[in-house]
Structure formats: structure tokens, C-alpha cells
């Protein structure tokens, strides 16, 4: 039964003299997608030169005025007149600035925002008054004119209010004294018409005109929180690659003895988190507020405040309670498994030994993906800028060419203009009505797709080139001597001369699943409001499926590059055989692999947690050594939380080499036991202490 079912998954591999490793007599792979890569690669080039060519993130970077213009550009007029100012903030009220994103009043570029309250009328009775106020009109405004003449023209606002910049605009400096809205701190003013005006008029204005402005406000706090820690960030940092380092190198020679360290280290580094929050459980009691719940307090910017409430810590403590007994349990029931991850891990420590310049193999990969994300950032922001300014008919009484098209140019002149002579044409959104702008939504979803595509391959490459050098290391008789002088760079070589087509086949397999989860997520946040549980249900469905399809799919490529990087075959091909020998030693598979992928990963949450706790007690403050050291900030879990999530990435690095290693291993140990069966002729080329765990042994030669 045991036979039929693995005949089920092809023929095991037969013994061949010939095979000692990779194999050096190859030919290419995959030509038809290779040459599809390249002529996408070539495509991507183009719309990057387009989109560079197009676009301006001047828009992006400087407030643009009615007339399109960009406050503080530097070279231009308006270099010293930074800040944009709204004419009528209160039209900012309008339900249609939502939809349009653009206030339905007159915007123009100031050197200052307004700081004291005036009125037109009252302004051009005195000189001095008159003057000051004209740094907020257009130009074409003199002395002669009439006040009544300058606002039917709409040279100028009816009123100015004390304002204060923010994001590179001027808002009203509102304030509250007691339950009272105040501008300017009074409470109320004359909007320039002859009309007195609650300052909570205002109010409704300055919403719709800032609706991201405490979403901004956190993250400027972020931002100077950066400015300030980035040292110390840095300090961190170097703090985890060195630690990583070292655990790697203590690895290479106490690989059993760091294995259960590590394990109990784990244990009592989730333990003592499991103390803190209690620790800080205990303290709020009784503290006023700290009883409310998250859901009574709902969404602050402040974040610190969560961690003033009782329920944040207890939910922390339950959270790391769950994980630390899940790793006891799993310790408990895989005890007997982890003794043969330990020797597999020994010999992956033996095989960086040998092939040491494999650890900084990542730094490669790190550079291209560096290079892949920047262009596909610097393309994003160069597309989503290259629309032409449009501008629109805005108007304060009843018209018929409301929010209809205009040319800034001749509008004064224009029909629309004597139909509505209370209408201006204002700069609206930027947009366009080209082939070009038709089909920019397409070029931008290429820029996704090529970025996923070029990801891929890129970290389908370091897994491929790794995997050579390790089967190299593994099928070598005599190690180091039957091994290549630069195991790396020698099957980076063939991996790039032979295989370009193979990674690009499986890295695009990979990235339309990610594609398509791309627009699931976009589906789901479209439907976020619809009443539909069927569609919610069937949406769900469909992301889970498309979610378990990808990791499949990560786990098959990672096996067929393992196979190609040995046997030179194509990318089905290898996918195949990786697939059938792993299914014919699913319960090594299932058991051994998984195991010793759980130790790495406790290895990365050791390093994390470790730093981490450092960077805790530096920042926070909570040891009077660091008091005076540590910088002032506005959040200190910014620059822990950073350290935590580079540290990871580090330590990731780091292990991802040890992973890789492993997987070859694994996969070269499956095939050494169906290739031979330890007599002097076929010799089992797996290591003395892997034999003894498994109860395998090479039987003595003959006597000569």
C-alpha cells in the first residue's frame, strides 16, 4: 500500500554515478518567458520615462492656488509667498468640497497669514489698515477703487481672520473658552457684509477644508520624533545585526546547546512581558479614567493614552500569556522531532561555515529590492502627477454653467462670464482629457504588477543562488575540496545565464495571485458600506482561498529553484519533482521541516525581543540612567516600534540564509535516501550525526 502510494507521486530517484551536485552541463530554461520579461522590463523602462516626462510632484509637495500656480516654488514668483489663504473659508462648508476636494472660493499664495481681524469696508478707511490688506487682495487693486467696486470685481475678501498656517495653509485660529467656539478669542465678528458671525461658522468651513488635519497633525509628530531619534534608531539597529551575527556564528559551533537557550530565553523574555503588563495592570488601579474601556474611548491620535487604560495591558497579558503556552505546548509535543531539527541545523551551521560569504548574500538581494521599490515609488508619484490643472465655473447664486469647464484665460470675457457675473473660473483638480490621461489608470496598474513581478524575481533569484551553493556544500564527497572556489557567485552565475526564464515564470505565477488579492482588497474597501452579506460572505471566501493560494504557491517555487539550481531543468519540470519527493516523505515533510523552521523563527523573536525590551526601557525613560540620554519625544513607541520591526527584518535577513540552507538540505537528504542505501557502492552522503538520529549508517567497505 505504502509502494502504491508512492508510485502515486512518481518514481523515487535511482542511483546515477555521475551525480555529484548541481549539475554544470545545462542549457537555458523557460525561453518564451524569459524573452516576455525582457520585453516587460523594456515596457516598465518606457512608462517610467513617460511618466517622468508627464508628471511634476511639485504638485504633490506645494499647495497650488486658483490659478494653478504653486506657493513657495522656488525660481518662481512666488518663491516667498508659501502659504495658500482662502478668500472665504466658510465656503469650505459646501458638501460639493468633498466631492471635489477644492473649496468654491477664490485661493491665492501669501507671504503671512492673516493675523488680526478686519473688514474691507473698515480697512480702506484708513491707509496703513488699507495697505496691509492688500497683501491678501489680487493684483489690480489701487487706491482709486471704491471698496463696493473691489468686491463685485472679487479682487479681495469681504474680511480677514486671525489664521494660523498648518500644512502650508492658512486656517482660522479657533480656540474655545468654555463651551464657546472663539476665533481670535472672540466669539464673534463681521463677516465684511455688514453681518455679525458666530465663530462656530467657521467651524463647519475649517472641517471640510482639513479633513485629514489630525491624521496630518500625528504624523508630523511622527516625523519630528524621527528627527530627533534617528540615532539612536541607527544605534539600535547595529545593536540587532551584531546580535544577529553572533548568534549565527554561535550557531555554527553550539548549534544544540544555543537551540535550547534560545527555546528557554523565548520562554522567559514572553514571561517577563507577561510581568510588565501585569505590573502596569496592577498600577492603574484605582487611577481616575483608568477603567474606561477601548470601545467607550474610541479612536485617539494621542495613542499614548491607551496606555493609561487597564484594559490595554490586560489585553497585552492575555495575548502573551496565549503565545508563551502555545510554545510550551508545541515544545512539549515536538520534543522527540526537535532532536533531529537540532542535527539538521548543525549541518546548515557546518554549510555556512563553509560557504560564509552567503551571509551577506542578502545585502545583494536587499540593494535590488531597494532599487525595485524606489522606482516603482518614484513612477507611482510621477503618474499620479502628470494630469493637467482643470478649472472650474464656481459661483455663489443659481447658474447654469455651475462646475461646468472654463479657461482661466478669456473667462472674463467669456459667455459664461456675462450669463453668471458672480462666477469665477478656478483652478478645480488636477485631470486631463488625452489618450494619455484615459489610459493613465492602466499605466499605474502596470506599475503595480511589473513592481510585484520584478519583487519576485528578485527574491526568487537570492533563493535560487543560495540553494545552488548549499547543494553544492551537500553533494560534495570530500568537503571543502570537491566544492566550487566561490560556491555563490558560481551559481549566481548560472542561475542568471540559464534560468532568467524559470524565475520569471514562477515569480509571475506568484505576482497575478498578488494582483488579484490587490483587487479583492480593493473590492472589499469599495464594499465596506454595501448591505449585501452575500457579497461581504462571498468576498471573504475569495480572499482567504486567494490568501492560502499564494503561500502555497511561495512554498512550491521555493522547492522548484531548489530543484532547478541542482538539475538545470525547466520550471514545471522542477516544480513537479519537488512537489512528488516532497509528497512522498510527507511525514518528514510535515514533521522535520516544519520543526526546524519553528526553532529559526524563535531564533528571529529572541533577537526582536531582546532589542526591543532594550529599546523599551531606553526610550521610555523607565531607568534613571538613560533619563538624561534618551531624547524628549511626543511618542516614544515610534522609535521602539521602528527598532522592533527593523530588528526583525535584520535578524529575517540573517535567518532567511539559515532557512535557505535548511530547505536545501531537507531536499538534498530526501534524495540522498531514495539514491542510496548506505553500501560501499552508494554511500549515504548525509552527516555522521544526521545517520545516528535516523538510525541510518553506511555499511564498512570490503576488504581490498
Known amino acids: 500500500m505504502e509502494l502504491e502510494e508512492k508510485q502515486k507521486y512518481g518514481e523515487p530517484r535511482k542511483y546515477d554515478p555521475t551525480f555529484k551536485g548541481p549539475i554544470q552541463n545545462r542549457g537555458c530554461t523557460d525561453i518564451v518567458c524569459c524573452i516576455l520579461f525582457v520585453l516587460a522590463l523594456l515596457g516598465y523602462i518606457a512608462v517610467g520615462i513617460l511618466a517622468w516626462s508627464q508628471g511634476d510632484p511639485r504638485k504633490v509637495i506645494y499647495p497650488t492656488d486658483s490659478r494653478g500656480q504653486f506657493c513657495g516654488q522656488a525660481g518662481t514668483e512666488l518663491e516667498k509667498k508659501p502659504l495658500l489663504f482662502y478668500f472665504n473659508i466658510m465656503k469650505c462648508a459646501s458638501p460639493m468640497v468633498l466631492l471635489e476636494f477644492q473649496c468654491p472660493t477664490t485661493q491665492m499664495c501669501v507671504e503671512k497669514c492673516p493675523e488680526k481681524f478686519m473688514t474691507l469696508l473698515k480697512a480702506y478707511t484708513n491707509k496703513n489698515d488699507f495697505e496691509y490688506y492688500k497683501k491678501f487682495c489680487k493684483e489690480g487693486v489701487t487706491n ?23 500644512t502650508r495653509r492658512c486656517f482660522p485660529a479657533l480656540g474655545q473658552k468654555g463651551k464657546v467656539i472663539t476665533v481670535g478669542n472672540i466669539s464673534s465678528f463681521d463677516d465684511g457684509y455688514g453681518n455679525m458671525r458666530d465663530a462656530k461658522d467657521l467651524v463647519d468651513g475649517v472641517k471640510n477644508a482639513t479633513v485629514v488635519i489630525e491624521a496630518r497633525q500625528v504624523v508630523m509628530k511622527i516625523f519630528e520624533d524621527y528627527t530627533q531619534s534617528w540615532y539612536w534608531i541607527l544605534i539600535g539597529l547595529v545593536i540587532a545585526m551584531v546580535t544577529s551575527l553572533l548568534f549565527i556564528i554561535l550557531l555554527r559551533y553550539l548549534a544544540g546547546i544555543m537551540v535550547w537557550v534560545m527555546i528557554v530565553l523565548v520562554i522567559l523574555v514572553i514571561g517577563y512581558g507577561i510581568f510588565h503588563c501585569y505590573m502596569e495592570y496592577a498600577a492603574l ?4 479614567g483608568a477603567n474606561v474601556t477601548i470601545q467607550q474611548l474610541g479612536f485617539q491620535t494621542d495613542l499614548s493614552v491607551y496606555l493609561q487604560i487597564r484594559q490595554t495591558w490586560l489585553a497585552f497579558m492575555i495575548i502573551l500569556a496565549i503565545v508563551d503556552v502555545v510554545i510550551i505546548l508545541l515544545l512539549i509535543f515536538l520534543r522527540k522531532r526537535i532532536l533531529i531539527a537540532v542535527a539538521l541545523i548543525k549541518e546548515a551551521s557546518r554549510a555556512i561555515g563553509h560557504v560564509m560569504c552567503s551571509l551577506f548574500f542578502p545585502l545583494f538581494t536587499f540593494v535590488l529590492l531597494a532599487i525595485v521599490i524606489a522606482y516603482w515609488a518614484v513612477t507611482a508619484v510621477f503618474l499620479s502627477t502628470s494630469n493637467e490643472p482643470v478649472y472650474k465655473v464656481f459661483n455663489e447664486t443659481l447658474c447654469e454653467h455651475s462646475r461646468k469647464l472654463c479657461d482661466p484665460a478669456n473667462y472674463t470675457t467669456s459667455l459664461m462670464k456675462a450669463q453668471c457675473p458672480d462666477s469665477e473660473c478656478l483652478f478645480a483638480f488636477y485631470g486631463g482629457e488625452t489618450v494619455y490621461h484615459k489610459y493613465l489608470i492602466g499605466l499605474q496598474f502596470y506599475n503595480v504588477f511589473l513592481f510585484f513581478w520584478c519583487a519576485n524575481f528578485v527574491i526568487g533569484l537570492g533563493q535560487m543562488t543560495l540553494a545552488g551553493a548549499f547543494a553544492s556544500y551537500y553533494w560534495a564527497f570530500v568537503k571543502p575540496d570537491d566544492m566550487p572556489a566561490f ?76 530543484m532547478v539550481a541542482i538539475y538545470g531543468k525547466n520550471f514545471c519540470t522542477s516544480a513537479r519533482d519537488a512537489f512528488f519527493l516532497l509528497m512522498r516523505n510527507m511525514i518528514r515533510v510535515a514533521v522535520l521541516d516544519k520543526v526546524t523552521d519553528f526553532l529559526l523563527f524563535l531564533g528571529k523573536l529572541l533577537i526582536v525581543g531582546l532589542v526591543g525590551v532594550f529599546a523599551f526601557f531606553f526610550f521610555s525613560g523607565r531607568v534613571k540612567a538613560f533619563e538624561n540620554t534618551a531624547p524628549h519625544l511626543h511618542y516614544y513607541w515610534v522609535p521602539i516600534l521602528t527598532v522592533v520591526i527593523g530588528s526583525y527584518l535584520i535578524a529575517h535577513g540573517f535567518f532567511s540564509v539559515y532557512a535557505m540552507c535548511v530547505d536545501t538540505l531537507f531536499l538534498c537528504f530526501l534524495e540522498d535516501l531514495e539514491r542510496n542505501d548506505g553500501s560501499p557502492e552508494r554511500p549515504y552522503l548525509m552527516p555522521e550525526n544526521l545517520r545516528k538520529v535516523l538510525n541510518k549508517k553506511n555499511k564498512s567497505e570490503p576488504a581490498q
Open 487 to 562: 560556491p555563490v557567485f558560481s551559481s549566481l552565475g548560472r542561475s542568471l545565464r540559464y534560468h532568467t526564464g524559470s524565475l520569471a515564470f514562477g515569480s509571475l505565477i506568484l505576482s497575478i495571485i498578488q494582483i488579484i488579492r490587490v483587487l479583492l482588497e480593493y473590492l472589499d474597501h469599495k464594499l465596506k458600506g454595501a448591505k449585501n452579506k452575500f457579497a461581504k460572505f462571498l468576498l471573504c471566501c475569495l480572499k482567504c482561498c486567494f490568501w492560502c493560494l499564494e503561500k502555497f504557491i511561495k512554498f512550491l517555487n521555493r522547492n522548484a529553484y531548489i
Open 144 to 166: 482709486t477703487m471704491g471698496a463696493p467696486e473691489i468686491l463685485r470685481l472679487g479682487l479681495c475678501p469681504a474680511m480677514l481672520t486671525p489664521s494660523k498656517p498648518f
Open 285 to 288: 488601579k484605582g487611577e481616575p
